[in-house]
């Protein structure tokens, strides 16, 4: 029987309430994905509090799945206050979905210029809701404010 890495399990799920529209267990799933990913890397729990994450909504079977990753986890022991360069995990995904924001900014103004998009533009376009979401929610545990959703 093939063991699962935990952040798959934690993905898949969110994938299954992202489909069946459960923003609610989303939302949970995200954190607690963020959360393990954070885990897998070394970051403790209490540095995500003091990044403003709030894991007081996690529950005890979420803190199992958070700790089963870091056990299972192939990454190297996390060395220091920050990464390399500097950002937390967390301001690292913020920086990438912000641009991958602003690139749908400028398929959506090609679009407007009359260029035809390929299918997988228009794709990345479809999915600007789901990236404002994830930014919002990333900025709201960055600034220690309750999510809006």
Do not use: C, F
Not at 62 to 74: F, P, Q
Not at 102 to 119: A, D, P, R, S, V
Request: hydrophobic letters at 35%; proline letters at 4%; zero cysteines.
């Amino acid at each position: 029987m093939e063991m699962k890495d935990p952040v798959s399990i934690l993905r898949e799920q969110l994938q299954e309430a992202k489909n069946n529209q459960n923003h609610e267990l989303a939302a949970r799933l995200r954190q607690q994905l963020w959360i393990a990913q954070d885990s897998a890397a070394g970051v403790s729990m209490a540095e995500v509090e003091d990044l403003g994450g709030d894991i007081s909504s996690l529950k005890d079977e979420d803190s199992a799945v958070i700790n089963k990753t870091k056990t299972t986890s192939t990454n190297p022991p996390y060395s220091g206050d920050l990464p390399a360069s500097g950002l937390t995990p967390a301001e690292k995904r913020l920086r990438a979905l912000k641009k991958k924001l602003q690139q749908i900014e400028n398929l959506k103004e090609k679009m407007e210029h009359g260029e035809t998009l390929e299918k997988t533009q228009l794709d990345k376009i479809t999915k600007e809701q789901e990236l404002l979401e994830e930014i919002q929610e990333i900025e709201s545990l960055l600034t220690g404010s309750a999510p809006l959703i």
